[in-house]
């Protein structure tokens, strides 16, 4: 397919993509200069240049995408990306190779700029559930963290290790009406747990002493404040 990337050819593709899709086509899109149809475009450049032009055809997936960005405009919050993905992810479900929709969520991330962890997970969970659109419970909490809230939450996750001098500082209240209040919680209690294990011996001896051997970071005192 070829089209004018005015706003009635970007349409008029998006429309006619639809249709093929359904039918199971493998669609690629050349862009023409602004204000060219194919006609146009031979006519005024000739017809081995628009031979050439083939060389140049994207695949309907980055078609949609670089359609979706330019809609949107400005991609820095973690919200508009989140709106980006929403308009590619029905294309890509249509995908039935699990790997290919695997490549393009890489491509995409990278593409987008999607470096929170958080967010990359539920857009790879989407693409590979086939999901129409990113699920709004965890994508809201996403969006909404502060800044300081993603960091702590992102080094318990990242490093287990920690939870042992961070969370014993930490109280239910130091994140009461965060967005995030739920995960902090499930992660308290999945530490309060282990902690009991660890005491009442349920667990190897290793794992035991090397929780008891963990001391704060540098000597330092901490506190817990994810604001």
Known sequence: MCYDPDS??????????????EEDFRVKILPLPEGQDPDAFIRSEGAEEYRNRLN????????VLETAIHGQGNLDTPRSKVQVMN???????????????????SRFASRLNIEDRLLLAEVRKAAQQRNRRLP??????????KRGERRLLQLLLANPSLQAQILPLCSS???????????????QERFRRLTQFARSGSIPTNRRSSR????????????????
């Open 136 to 145: 709004d419970e965890p994508v809201a909490v996403v969006t909404s963290m």
């Open 212 to 227: 008891r051997s963990l001391k704060p970071l540098n000597g330092a005192t901490m506190r817990c404040s994810p604001g």
């Open 173 to 187: 209240q130091d994140f009461h009406g965060l967005a995030t209040e739920r995960i902090f919680a499930a992660i």
């Open 87 to 105: 308009q590619v992810l029905p294309y890509l479900a249509k995908l039935p190779n699990a790997v290919e929709r695997s490549e393009y969520v």
């Open 56 to 63: 140049q055809v994207v695949s309907y997936l980055d078609f």
């Open 8 to 21: 009635a050819g970007i349409a008029a593709t998006q429309r006619s993509l639809d249709l093929f899709l």
